[in-house]
């Protein structure tokens, strides 16, 4: 098998081949490490088998990403920055993407034959929904936000599944309404692409560019409810057990809400060309915020 990928891809360049599986995306993936560190739980098996789930993750979703160009080749050809793909441009042709599916697929399955059934199944659900999003979900309104919450969500959970940690409802509900805020800031952020590039219609979403004010509400709305869901944990059972000073996490709200509201208000003014998440990769200020949240998350524990 190994031959024939070889053999199929020894005109591609390696390059064009980390295009398309946008390893940059795999950034996302470090959800899987929260259930450890919130619980408290880090420990040397916990994090090998975090490991374990980051790379079948990643792996799963390079296939997705793979697949999901194939089904938007025609769309991504009309899009001003999705046109230079790999596929769309032209530079890879569709039995290598087909090829290359199939290769990253077998390398998932020969990490999960080692991981429990619960993970096992989180992940085929992943699969499933992720490929659905891809076929039709992504082009319902609201529907697609939620979905795209959900697949962030599943990350920490499977994150809970593989280390047999419990994973707190306040945790997954401050994911949910987070990931549909991030979501929400995507789609604000396609429509004023499509604007600049004088489109008339945006290819194959379910969005008008009437709905520009309803979007920016919803990731307004969202982001403050994940704030609000974020202050009732400060004020959990769980909380005060794990935390010898509670009140001090009360800066991550802030912080929080403050990294929240900048994120939309460059979206809105056009300073983030595609996915907010890629966005805060390369931003200083998200940096600085991670780093003040992790020093408030120590100081919460140690005094």
């Known amino acids: 098998m190994i031959k024939v990928f070889y053999m199929n891809t020894r005109n591609l360049k390696f390059v064009n081949i980390l295009k398309i599986i946008r390893p940059y995306q795999w950034v996302k ?84 034959i080692t991981t429990n059934v619960n993970f096992f199944l989180l992940i085929i659900s992943y699969f499933i929904i992720s490929n659905l999003y891809t076929f039709f979900l992504k082009k319902y309104v609201f529907i697609d936000l939620l979905t795209l919450a959900t697949l962030y969500t599943l990350r920490i959970i499977s994150g809970g599944l593989i280390t047999d940690i419990s994973v707190s409802i306040w945790l997954l ?59 009732f944990y400060i004020n959990s059972p769980q909380v005060l057990e794990l935390y010898s000073s509670p009140s001090i996490m009360w800066g991550i709200c802030i912080i929080m809400l403050f990294w929240i509201s900048r994120i939309i208000v460059d979206a809105k003014k056009g300073k983030i060309k595609d996915d907010p998440i890629v966005y805060a990769i390369n931003d200083k200020i998200s940096y600085l915020c991670l780093f003040l949240i992790l020093c408030i998350i120590w100081l919460g524990i140690t005094f």
């Open 173 to 231: 509900s401050f994911s949910i309404f987070f990931f549909i805020s991030l979501a929400s800031v995507k789609r604000q952020i396609e429509l004023l692409n499509y604007k600049k590039s004088n489109k008339k219609e945006i290819a194959g979403r379910g969005y008008t560019f009437k709905d520009e004010g309803v979007i920016n509400n919803i990731s307004i709305l969202s982001g403050c409810v994940s704030i609000l869901v974020l202050i």
């Open 29 to 112: 993936n470090i959800l899987i490490f929260i259930p450890m560190l919130m619980a408290h739980q880090l420990t040397i098996n916990n994090f090998i088998l975090s490991i374990k789930a980051f790379i079948i993750f990643s792996l799963i979703a390079s296939s997705i990403y793979v697949i999901n160009d194939i089904v938007d080749v025609e769309s991504d050809k009309k899009h001003p920055y999705k046109k230079y793909r790999p596929l769309a441009a032209g530079i890879i042709n569709i039995d290598q993407c087909k090829i290359l599916i199939f290769f990253l697929l077998f390398l998932s399955g020969l990490f999960l």
